[in-house]
């Protein structure tokens, strides 16, 4: 059975702080794994990462994936009150073209 | 403009009655799915359909049904028969069956059973 394990599930921290979001996985016949954020109603893309240790970034978000560990990480640095979202990872399952989506992680940034 | 257009948003059904969440996309994409979310979980998998008159089970299929007659629609029934309807439900596409560029969601129905 696939599996997607997000961590924490939720976290506060104040404006200008530095954050690490983990997403760890099991699945099979893995393709890709993909970074969302969801803020209100419709989650919105962020990162899509197939190859080890190539981080991508994206202004203060950047992100990067394990393939032998199976894990990512989504970093967000000098956070700001409008990072504050539930962040959600989901591995891509090649041949069932499908994500599978961990549980997210509920991001709050206070003032 | 392109996109992905779920209703209604809100929906609001008594105990033991069908329902039928509408998800229609104009962005020519093949692949669609439906997506569950509860508070404090992720999203679970419904039913998925990669091709018109073909789709398949997801995690949680029992107590749904969907019907995929043309490639820009793709509706949820929640029969009576699924436990606890309750929930806010997604509903997704994809250019391209490789997942190449992720999914594009709409902007969800929440669903409250009474």
């Known amino acids: 059975e696939d599996k997607v394990v997000q961590s924490p599930l939720s976290l506060v921290v104040h404006e200008g702080d530095t954050v690490t979001l983990n997403c760890s996985y099991e699945?099979?016949?893995?393709?890709?794994l993909l970074w969302y954020k969801q803020e209100k109603k419709a989650p919105t893309f962020l990162f899509m990462l197939t190859s080890s240790g190539i981080e991508k970034k994206s202004g203060r978000l950047s992100s990067i994936l394990d393939k032998k560990e199976l894990f990512s990480i989504l970093n967000i640095t000098a956070t700001q009150t409008g990072d504050s979202a539930i962040y959600l990872c989901?591995?891509?399952?090649?041949?069932?073209?499908?994500?599978?989506f961990g549980q997210g992680t509920r991001l709050t940034i206070n003032p | 403009d392109g996109g992905i257009t779920q209703s209604p948003k809100y929906l609001f059904r008594k105990e033991g009655q069908n329902v039928t969440l509408s998800c229609e996309q104009n962005l020519n994409h093949d692949a669609m799915y439906w997506y569950r979310q509860d508070p404090g979980q992720g999203l679970r998998l419904i039913y998925y359909s990669q091709i018109v008159n073909d789709f398949q089970k997801g995690d949680i299929a029992e107590g749904y049904s969907v019907s995929r007659e043309k490639k820009e629609s793709f509706p949820l029934t929640v029969t009576s028969a699924q436990k606890n309807p309750t929930a806010f439900y997604l509903c997704a596409s994809s250019t391209d069956l490789t997942l190449s560029y992720g999914y594009t969601f709409g902007s969800g129905t929440r669903l409250t059973v009474v």
């Open positions: 699945v099979t016949n893995f393709r890709s």
């Open positions: 989901a591995p891509g399952i090649q041949g069932a073209q499908k994500l599978v």
